[in-house]
Each structure stands twice: as C-alpha cells, then as structure tokens.
T-cell receptor
C-alpha cells in the first residue's frame, strides 16, 4: 500500500538554525514527490516538487529537498530558518490520480 | 489569476443536518480532488472528479457522502445527516491534468455540534 511517513511530528528550532525534516515513502511505481506548507490560518501551498531529473530540488523561500531513490526518501532542508517559517509541513507522493500525504510536521521557530 | 476557491470557509451544523461544501477550481483546470483533514492527521484523499464524472471515489465513506462536478458551476461535496465525527477540514484541489501538480483551496472547516 502507498504510504508516506514523516519522522517528526513536532520540531522546535531557534532562528538561524539549520532544518532537516525527514520523509520516507512507500510506492511501487514512478512517483512524483511534493512538500506542501500550511502557515497558521492559511491554506496549503506548494513548497517544491520533484517529477524527474536532478534529484536536488530547490523550492521557494530557500527550501530544498533531495530525492534519494535507494532510500525512498525526500527530506526537506533549509540552511537557516526564520521565525516566519513557523508552519506545518506535509510531505506527499502522487502515484496516479491521488496524493498521499504524510501526517505533517509542526515546526516552531523561536525568535 | 484566482486560485482554487472554496466556500464557506467555516460551516457549523447540528447532528442530522446536511452540509454542502463548494469548490471552484483554478481557471483552466478540469480535474478536482477532495481531501479531508482530521485533527492531528494528514490529509486523506476522498474523491477525484472531472467534469460530470467521478473518476476515483476510493476514499469516500460508503454512506452519507457524495460529490459532483457539474458541467456548469462548482464541485459540491455533500454530507447528509452529519455526525460529530464528520467535523474536519475539507480541502479541494485542482489540476490541469491528472498527475500534474494539484493546487489547494483554503479549505472548509466543518464543525458538527
């Protein structure tokens, strides 16, 4: 069965710290991979996506993610977080018509 | 270029009433998807529709839930005889074609009293 696993449910960091959010997926075929972000009180926004090509994907707001096929992983990274990065982050995989989401990671950045 | 629009943003219903949630896809998008987010859970796929057709409803509860996407007008997710367990955020997404990036609306937060 298709599934997405996010390693941490809550992460607390200080401003300027480096961030890595883990994501592993389980899917038998070709996949498209996504990270979505939901800022407090706002709707889901696409942060970045991987369809094919360079496995290191750069997204908005300084975020990047690396697709490692052998590890079935698509971890999200940012070298230096800001207070405004406080949000919930969802890893997702698209296999066919539907998107399978992870349970999300709530990131709190301390000023 | 308006994004995906959903209304209402908040909906309060008493047990046994009906809830109707509306979704207007982005311009040029003919594929609509509905997802439900329960507290402390990720989004779960419910149904995928193209104009006038249900393509995949594998995530829809078998009873009380229905969805449509008529030729004219928004997609509607209808929940009959709501129960407290239906309280959740319901998100709609749209895409230009299947397999392409899905863009999400702001969601409708349903509260069943």
């Amino acid at each position: 069965a298709q599934s997405v696993s996010q390693h941490n449910h809550h992460v607390i960091l200080s401003e300027a710290a480096s961030l890595e959010l883990g994501c592993n997926y389980s899917y038998g075929g070709t996949v498209n991979l996504f990270w979505y972000v939901q800022y407090p009180g706002q709707h889901l926004q696409l942060l970045l996506k991987y369809f094919s090509g360079d496995p290191l994907v750069k997204g908005i707001k300084g975020f990047e993610a690396e697709f490692i096929k052998s590890k079935f992983s698509f971890n999200l990274r940012k070298p230096s977080v800001q207070w405004s990065d406080t949000a919930e982050y969802f890893c997702a995989v698209n296999g066919g018509d539907k998107i399978i989401f992870g349970k999300g990671t709530r990131l709190h950045i301390l000023p | 270029n308006a994004g995906v629009m959903q209304n209402p943003r908040h909906l309060v219903r008493r047990r046994g009433q009906e809830a109707r949630l509306r979704c207007s896809p982005m311009k040029g998008h003919s594929h609509v998807y509905w997802y439900r987010q329960l507290p402390e859970e990720g989004l779960k796929f419910m149904v995928y529709l193209q104009k006038e057709n249900i393509i995949d409803e594998s995530g829809m509860p078998k009873e009380r839930f229905s969805a449509e996407f008529p030729k004219e007008g928004p997609s509607i997710l209808r929940i009959q005889q709501v129960v407290r367990g239906d309280s959740a955020a319901y998100f709609c997404a749209s895409s230009r074609d299947v397999g392409e990036t899905q863009y999400f609306g702001p969601g409708t937060r349903l509260l069943v009293l």
